[in-house]
């Protein structure tokens, strides 16, 4: 009857492998749609054959992409080719609505309606992510910069993330933090402040600290287009150098400053002696911690005999009474541990460790002892550090440039990269991007791309779920009620 039975060969075949067959004209094919990899997707057929697939947190997420313009940057980069968009999109939120690897997709993708209709197995993961280069990278950054509104807060932070395999040149240098017996890379990522998602990111070797990466992470700002931005970092960032590459370069900053350095040290030693605050500090009622503003006067020598004055350079000093009372506590308790520990080496007459474990765990006592023995002879405490200790307790600093923000609106904006590292969180847990999942080096890129389109779509959705009060519903009701507000809004 002209009826085609698939047998072994046609049910075992890629999608690829049966669209080169052709078949004559009036056959019937029916038989080949009941196969569970060959089965249309759309609603249910109550008078045919069943067509379900789960589609409506996919069909939420697609509609995301179009209403951030995830897709539209997308198919810009990669020359309008719908089949690598969609199998980024794919991979993108199969971790969002799964939490399952990348071993799971193909399975996955017989009950779903995903966005790509090829099946993606794990040759074709890795064929798609060597495609993806730096310079599609860049391209996307470009497209993302050109979304952002004048003067937009970025807060700039890294984590460290483990990694699997031997060949990427990222992972040869650098401690693992988590004490987990694999290499690991950091991860640079900046949020928007003002739209709730991240909008440039880029991976460090293990051992670059976040102070040796701003000079990069700066230059490819600048490169990508971030104009107008306001960045926000914390202490690890900190250096005199840094702070001197963000004047030459004009660039609005708001960055924590350690209260050690120098120009920090002597506006808090000026105060002198206090009981509960200085008086030249004001309180801040609402968050209960005393706060003073200062204008800071700092030239930079340029190239040759030019030079470079800050532009509105502030610094802004905080003390938290209840933080400070906590420091010293803490510090005498630890003075006097430390004596104890002493006491017993010298009456046990046990050799003391070497001299920079000894400075690192008797750190607030000058220790002297036998050089061939190395038996402690005597000990004193550093009063000179214990009194520097005692005096910065409490205190915390930002520093700012360029911008026109009172102590404690710069307090206040500082504040707001906490979102960032809920960022981070959901990085390490819901996407399950833990771990560098590429063992070599051509795929890396493409991995990141496609963690940092995951990481816009959950950003954005956690900041709807929680600006909306959603985790919070009243009743099933206003769950729905709010969700269809939402869905007509976009």
């Not at 790509?116 to 060597?130: A, C, F, M, Y």
């Not at 000026?270 to 509960?276: E, H, P, Q, S, V």
Request: proline share 3%.
């Amino acid at each position: 009857d002209n009826k085609f039975t698939p047998g072994k060969a046609y049910i075992l075949a890629s999608p690829e492998e049966r669209a080169k067959l052709i078949f004559p004209d009036g056959w019937d094919l029916s038989a080949t749609e009941l196969l569970s990899g060959a089965r249309e997707r759309g609603r249910p057929s109550y008078d045919g054959c069943d067509l379900n697939r789960s589609s409506g947190d996919i069909w939420l997420l697609e509609q995301l992409t179009e209403k951030l313009g995830i897709r539209q940057d997308l198919m810009k980069v990669f020359d309008d080719n719908d089949g690598i968009v969609d199998d980024i999109i794919t991979l993108a939120i199969f971790p969002m609505i799964t939490e399952f690897s990348y071993r799971r997709l193909p399975r996955w993708q017989l009950i779903a309606k995903s966005p790509s209709d090829r099946k993606i197995v794990p040759g074709s993961i890795t064929r798609l992510t060597q495609q993806i280069t730096e310079q599609h990278r860049m391209e996307l950054l470009r497209l993302r910069a050109a979304r952002l509104g004048k003067e937009e807060i970025l807060a700039i932070d890294s984590t460290s993330r483990s990694a699997y395999g031997d060949s990427l040149a990222d992972i040869h240098w650098g401690k693992n933090k988590e004490h987990l017996p694999l290499q690991q890379t950091v991860e640079v990522v900046a949020y928007t402040l003002s739209s709730h998602m991240p909008v440039y990111y880029r991976t460090f070797p293990g051992n670059i600290p976040d102070s040796r990466s701003l000079g990069v992470i700066l230059t490819d700002l600048e490169h990508a287009g971030f104009r107008d931005t306001i960045l926000v970092t914390d202490r690890g960032y900190e250096t005199i150098r840094n702070l001197e590459t963000y004047i030459l370069k004009e660039q609005a900053m708001i960055m924590c400053t350690k209260v050690q350095q120098s120009f920090v040290a002597e506006k808090i030693n000026a105060f002198g002696a206090f009981d509960c605050r200085p008086d030249e500090m004001e309180i801040d009622t609402k968050e209960q911690i005393y706060y003073k503003q200062y204008d800071i006067e700092y030239e930079v020598s340029s190239t040759g005999t030019s030079s470079k004055k800050a532009a509105k350079l502030k610094l802004n000093i905080y003390l938290d009474s209840v933080r400070r009372s906590a420091e010293l506590v803490g510090l005498d308790s630890e003075i006097k541990l430390q004596e104890a520990e002493i006491r017993k080496l010298i009456d046990e007459r046990f050799p003391c460790d070497d001299d920079v474990t000894l400075r690192r765990n008797f750190n607030y006592y000058k220790i002297t002892y036998e050089p061939v023995t190395r038996i402690i002879e005597s000990y004193a405490q550093d009063e000179k550090k214990i009194a520097k200790t005692r005096n910065l307790a409490g205190f915390f600093a930002i520093t700012t440039q360029k911008v026109d923000y009172s102590a404690m609106e710069t307090y206040k904006h500082y504040r707001l990269r906490d979102e960032q590292e809920k960022c981070f969180q959901q990085m390490k847990g819901q996407l399950g991007f833990d771990t560098q999942q590429n063992r070599s080096e051509e795929g890396k890129t493409g991995r990141l791309l496609i963690l940092f389109v995951s990481l816009m779509l959950t950003s954005y959705i956690r900041h709807i779920w929680k600006t909306a009060e959603l985790k919070k519903p009243t009743s099933k009701n206003n769950i729905l009620m709010r969700l269809a507000a939402k869905k007509e809004e976009m």
